[in-house]
């Protein structure tokens, strides 16, 4: 199984990516801010928690992601050939947890592939999906900013967790969606198989 961890600051285009990855590599997509988008839509309980943080750009606690993600898990181990965990793990409790989870099937992280963007174009992209997509948290100047500051403070840290693994690989995210695609797949055809 391939176990991929598309990581990168918010607006560094980790789902567009995703779901050109996983087309080609017959992988699973598992976006923590897609399943609780969703949840959001349906008004569950874990929904209407998720909101309060997701709206001020903050992080949703540790325990109730980790919770989704093993879920998930279980119910989709069979179905493809690997997953593309994209926007989680977002902090090194998180990261440890899902080396925790993995480990129980059999399973590990094959690698992080990092995307390598530049500030202001992070907040001219997710400015441009807001008006797009209307997601709420790319609406504000505020609410964006902020999340980038929590990728620094709390997330940036989860590449150190796996370069301590030797699983590391930067990808310069800057360019036209082939162009960092084509980069993608460099660094995981050249993965063991
Ligand atoms: P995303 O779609 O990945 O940009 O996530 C949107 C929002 O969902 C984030 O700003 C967080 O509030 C929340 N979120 C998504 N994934 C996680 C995670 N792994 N840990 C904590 N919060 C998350």
Do not use: W
């Not at 929904?47 to 606690?61: F, H, I, N, Q, T």
């Not at 926007?87 to 993995?102: H, I, N």
């Not at 997601?135 to 929590?150: F, L």
């Amino acid at each position: 199984m391939l176990n991929i961890v598309l990581f990168g600051p918010p607006g560094a285009g980790k789902g567009t990516q995703s779901e050109m990855i996983i087309r080609r590599y017959n992988l699973q997509h598992l976006s923590t801010g897609d399943i609780l988008r969703s949840a959001i839509e349906k008004k569950t309980k874990l929904g209407m928690e998720a909101k309060m943080y997701m709206d001020k750009g903050e992080l949703v606690p540790d325990s109730v992601v980790i919770g989704i993600i093993g879920r998930i898990l279980d119910e989709n181990r069979d179905k493809a050939d690997g997953f593309v965990f994209d926007g989680f793990p977002r902090t090194t409790v998180q990261a440890e947890e899902l080396d925790k989870m993995l480990a129980k099937k059999g399973l590990s992280i094959s690698q992080l592939l990092a995307l390598e963007v530049e500030y202001q174009e992070l907040v001219d992209r997710l400015l441009k999906r807001g008006q797009i997509s209307g997601r709420s948290d790319d609406r504000n100047i505020n609410v964006i900013k902020n999340r980038i500051n929590v990728y620094n403070d709390n997330t940036r840290s989860v590449m150190d967790y796996y370069r301590a693994q030797g699983k590391y690989s930067g990808i310069n995210g800057m360019g036209t969606i082939e162009e960092i695609f084509e980069r993608i797949c460099k660094a995981m055809d050249a993965l063991p198989k």
